[in-house]
């Protein structure tokens, strides 16, 4: 574990990205997911009035929320948030597809395809050798996503960012 | 990854990595040239991922190339060589094999040449793709110069600047203060291939970023400031810069007195465009045009990536030529940070096209030169213009054409006038497919030849700046399947050109084309993450070489008649060309057509490229189709509301020469009198339930949708074709 925080997630600079998509379809070829279910999600905002009009960009998978209001609202206790890394898991045994964690998540993270579970990003920690980055991460040519493991008041202000950052869209 | 960590994942799960090269921005042969790792289980190709060692791509891939393994295994692959056994357009065909499918093209072809001559043949070209010399080379071999090229992209930017400033002036991207993207798309043109990262390397570095579009893309997006021109009017906004930066004597006057041919006629022809002027024809407001132009003229580092949007429309040539004078007579060519000219490698593959054998009689034979028959052959050879070709199937003017070779191309949904197109299939005497998937215009062919993906052939070398790779076959092919450049050389074999096509041995054809670089393919096998290439060093100010560069024309006199820059280009004048970059409307336009507008009152034009497709293809992969599902038309919120079309309306888009049915995607950031979609559409994804749209009215082909009027829809000299028109845009319903 590293020793500097307890906290994994993948971070999002918007002023690297440039919307290629990349990161969306090596999630789905690399976690080999279903029609419609997508981990990550890259997409296109906008910002003031033509003329003066800007577009900016967000690509989105999981948090993994220092308190995720997925697993607080979960009725069968499916959703945990691991000790180590702070990775935030499904148990697809305990899960019955009720969705009211996609109800209670801020970002419209979780997921359900054909078997009614839910389904979200894991950060591929059962997926890669420790020296490798997520397929999202890694195909990235701005890195616009990067891998960090910091302090939970760090991922707090992060997760506000990205609050900040939907809310100032139009 | 690296080639280590790309092992270690494969063993992790029980797979192989296989480096090689991406082929999806070029399906048939390789496209942009990005170096990937290939995985396979149990033989099957299951995934990609970017190499770090390729110079180009440096371990990013894009969205395309993460979905190839749905490529190669898509239900719309051709499974094996077909024959036609119905009507032309039934689509009946018998299933045949490969050799029989080469010995009946082969008689066929001898015959049209024995009853016709040899320039009956033409080769419809997509793209640049690795296999396009084999084009030329084969139509050389036979005798025909009617290499069919697109007329929509790139050799009218290189035509217009070579004949104007002697070379292609590349931007200086990594030295500059400020980038003029202009109808370019940095991004999806290439989005892991060096000028997306250029992009994002000036932002952070503070270069001031400009776009010229009529809609924000998400490079616009990140820019700081927008001139949003309407579609096929950037000559007018060129003029008018040029105007502006005369009038305030903006302009280098030591490299014009020393290095430009002309000045005195072109101040005096630029006085009439005026920045109002231009406002009234590209709707930028006046400010914006002044502004622009001297931010350009006075920042020293200042560079103009010009891109293929400036290639659509009847005053094409006039909108790259007047570009380049500007960047001349403020004093950015060949400089640190302006529009620098690269000098070619050293070392060079051996080019196989055969172009000691052009000659007066092959440039004469031209069904529809492409470029003025006096100014032929170009760079790539001598060419007809793709529209052209087949519309000399209809008009037989000068003469038809009687057989067609489609190679990795779609006739009804990548070049303008489908109406024309398909009556030119329905007659067309003999037309051969060679595909990697179904195509548009299948149910037309005489002859469909299945090829094989790149992941599944082991040639040919890749040679991109900075990179020479042997790719590695990832899978045995899935079918009878051979390549594109195996389907040239046995057809050239059976046609008693085997002299030329190396007795038919692809491993001949590879061997002979590196030996100029001193090592074979096995040899360059040896390098499992290919060779990586250093440039050399950049100088600058070589005006005195490139000035005096000898152009391909027969005889190969220099580009520039006075080893200066053309501002006044003789060479054109003396065919009758104008000798100064003019103006002319779109054949419909608010401003040229204004008696239109009240039928048709928005302003129509496509997108060239998407951050998810390649021109017409891979609307069937599923991961790329899901990302955009339907074909929408981006329409301002102000224009949809006005005639109360809400978000996913599916609307009827009318213009003068068809109609389209699409989805309506509300769009703030498009100028409120325009409306744009992407080309290319008309495949299915059967995985995702989604039918074909229909070629013809009532599907998604904007292709129908222009003018192909010859005195109105062409740029006269480079054969430009228009897409821009005027529409009326409604909400559907049924009935209509």
Redesign the interface.
């Known amino acids: 574990m590293n020793t500097t925080g307890n906290e994994h997630y993948i971070s999002f600079q918007p ?2 990205c ?5 990161c ?3 999630c ?3 976690r080999e997911l279903e ?2 279910v ?1 981990y990550r999600r890259v997409r ?1 905002l ?1 910002r003031g ?3 003066e ?5 967000l690509s989105l998978a999981c948090l993994h929320c220092v308190e995720p209001a997925c697993a607080a609202v979960c009725p069968s206790e499916a959703i945990t948030k691991e000790a180590e890394g702070g990775v935030v898991t499904v148990d697809e045994a305990l899960c019955t597809g009720c969705k009211l964690c996609a109800e209670a998540c801020p970002f419209g993270v979780p997921q359900f395809g054909e078997e009614g579970v839910m389904q979200k990003c894991d950060l591929c920690h059962s997926h ?2 420790a ?3 997520p ?1 999202c991460v ?5 890195k616009a996503l990067v891998f960090v493991k910091e302090g939970a008041s760090e991922k707090r202000n992060a997760e506000q960012r990205l609050v900040r950052l939907i809310s100032s869209a139009e | 990854m690296n080639f280590q960590q790309a092992q270690t994942i494969a063993q992790l799960n029980g797979e192989e990595a296989i480096p090689t090269v991406c082929g999806m921005c070029g399906p048939g042969g390789p496209g942009g040239g990005c170096g990937i790792y290939a995985f396979v289980r149990n033989g099957v190709f299951t995934r990609v991922a970017g190499m770090d060692e390729c110079p180009v791509n440096k371990g990013a891939i894009c969205a395309k190339g993460h979905a190839a393994p749905q490529w190669v295994y898509s239900a719309d692959r051709l499974k094996y060589p077909l024959r036609r056994v119905g009507k032309k357009g039934e689509g009946k065909f018998e299933r045949v094999s490969w050799e029989v499918a080469i010995t009946h093209i082969a008689e066929v072809l001898t015959e049209q040449k024995a009853l016709h001559g040899a320039k009956s043949l033409a080769i419809l070209t997509p793209a640049k793709r690795a296999y396009s010399a084999y084009l030329q080379r084969f139509l050389t071999a036979h005798g025909s110069p009617n290499y069919g090229h697109s007329g929509i992209c790139a050799m009218q930017r290189a035509f217009a600047f070579l004949y104007t400033l002697g070379d292609y002036p590349r931007p200086d991207y990594n030295n500059a203060d400020l980038i003029i993207y202009w109808g370019r798309q940095p991004i999806y043109a290439g989005p892991v291939a060096p000028p997306a990262r250029a992009f994002l390397a000036a932002k952070k570095r503070g270069a001031k970023i400009v776009a010229i579009k009529p809609s924000v893309e998400p490079d616009v997006g990140m820019a700081d400031i927008w001139l949003p021109v309407r579609p096929g009017t950037d000559a007018a906004l060129a003029l008018a810069m040029l105007h502006v930066v005369i009038r305030e004597n903006l302009i280098d006057h030591e490299f014009v007195e020393k290095w430009c041919y002309g000045f005195n006629q072109l101040r005096d022809h630029v006085l009439q465009f005026t920045p109002e002027w231009a406002e009234s024809v590209c709707g930028v407001p006046v400010f914006q045009i002044e502004e622009l132009a001297r931010l350009y003229a006075t920042t020293p580092r200042a560079t103009i990536d010009l891109g293929n949007g400036v290639e659509h429309a009847p005053s094409a040539n006039d909108a790259i030529r007047a570009i380049g004078i500007l960047m001349a007579i403020t004093g950015h060519l060949d400089r640190k940070g302006a529009n620098i000219f690269i000098k070619p490698p050293a070392n060079a593959p051996k080019d196989i096209t055969l172009r000691d054998r052009y000659d007066r009689d092959l440039v004469e034979a031209l069904v529809g030169p492409e470029f003025p028959p006096a100014f032929q052959p170009f760079l790539e050879g001598p060419s007809s213009a793709y529209y052209r070709i087949l519309e000399s199937v209809l008009t037989e003017k000068p003469y038809p054409i009687r057989g067609i070779i489609a190679p990795g191309t779609q006739p009804l949904v990548s070049t303008r006038g489908t109406k024309t197109v398909l009556a030119a299939l329905e007659k067309l005497e003999f037309f051969v497919i060679v595909d990697v998937a179904r195509t548009a215009e299948m149910a037309y062919a005489d002859i469909v030849l299945p090829v094989a993906t790149c992941y599944e052939t082991d040639h040919p070398y890749h040679n991109v700046p900075g990179w020479l790779m042997a790719p590695n076959r990832v899978i045995e092919p899935l079918g009878p399947y051979k390549s594109t450049f195996e389907f040239f050389l046995d057809l050239g074999k059976a046609m008693g050109y085997g002299n030329d096509f190396w007795s038919g041995d692809i491993a001949a054809a590879m061997d002979d084309q590196l030996m100029p670089l001193g090592l074979d393919m096995a040899q360059l096998r040896q390098h499992p993450t290919g060779i990586v290439k250093q440039p050399p060093p950049q100088d600058y100010e070589k005006y005195q070489t490139v000035f005096n560069r000898r152009s391909p024309r027969l005889g190969n006199p220099p580009f520039l008649p006075q080893g200066k820059v053309a501002l006044y280009n003789n060479s054109f004048e003396q065919e009758g060309f104008s000798p100064l970059p003019e103006w002319r409307e779109p054949p419909e336009s608010l401003s040229g057509t204004p008696e239109l507008a009240g039928e048709y009152p928005l302003i129509l034009s496509d997108y060239h490229t998407s951050r998810n497709y390649s021109a017409s293809w891979q609307r069937n992969i599923p991961h790329l189709r899901e990302i955009q599902p339907v074909p929408v038309l981006h329409i301002h919120p102000e224009a949809a509301s006005a005639r109360e079309i809400s978000e996913h309306d599916w609307v009827r888009v009318s213009s003068p020469y068809g109609w389209m049915k699409v989805q309506a995607e509300l769009y703030p950031g498009i100028r409120p009198d325009t409306v744009m979609i992407l080309h290319g559409w008309w495949q299915g994804c059967s995985e995702l339930g989604i039918e074909d749209y229909p070629i013809a009215d009532g599907g998604a082909n904007v292709n129908l949708m222009y003018s192909v009027d010859p005195e109105k829809a062409y740029d006269p000299l480079v054969t430009a074709m228009t897409s821009q028109t005027l529409v009326e845009v409604t909400k559907w319903r049924e009935l209509q």
């Open positions: 002023e690297n440039t919307q290629c998509h990349g969306e379809i090596a789905k070829a690399w029609y419609g997508q296109n906008w009035d033509y003329p009009i800007r577009s900016f960009t890669q050798p020296d490798c980055d397929p890694d195909t990235c040519p701005g």
